[in-house]
């Protein structure tokens, strides 16, 4: 059996995944309520790479080579930074050092 891989799997190509569209939104919520919704997306984020960083372990461990799990090794530092980043964004909107002007109709005019 053949393998293949094709050439745009694995090149940059834009992903929409339902976390990026809900930060599109986040400023229609209050305040609170976002930095509430990122604290908890960050615990989550927490609890998640506790589990891959476990499961990595394990199969490494049993003898399972690097190349075979470096989606494993990506996921992680992606897991990673997304936590440090959703961290960082909900203690600049608490500080106020984001400014924090929530949209309730209509969103930013660009142009004329």
């Known amino acids: 059996m053949e393998v293949r891989i094709h050439r745009f799997e694995l090149v ?7 976390f990026e569209a809900g930060l599109a939104l986040i400023h229609y919520l209050p305040r609170t309520e976002a930095i509430a ?3 908890e997306r960050s615990s989550a ?3 998640e790479l506790a589990y891959q960083r476990e499961l990595y372990a394990s199969l490494r461990q049993r003898g399972v080579q690097r190349l075979w799990l470096v989606e494993v090794e990506h996921a ?4 990673e930074a997304e936590r440090a980043w959703t961290e960082s964004l ?3 909107i608490e500080s106020g050092s ?4 929530p949209k309730v109709s209509g ?3 660009y142009g004329n």
């Open 98 to 101: 984001l400014e924090w002007t």
């Open 12 to 18: 940059i190509r834009k992903e929409y995944p339902q």
């Open 45 to 47: 984020l927490v609890e």
């Open 76 to 79: 992680i530092a992606m897991r």
């Open 107 to 109: 969103g930013p005019r």
């Open 90 to 92: 909900a203690t600049e």
């Open 37 to 39: 919704l990122l604290r």
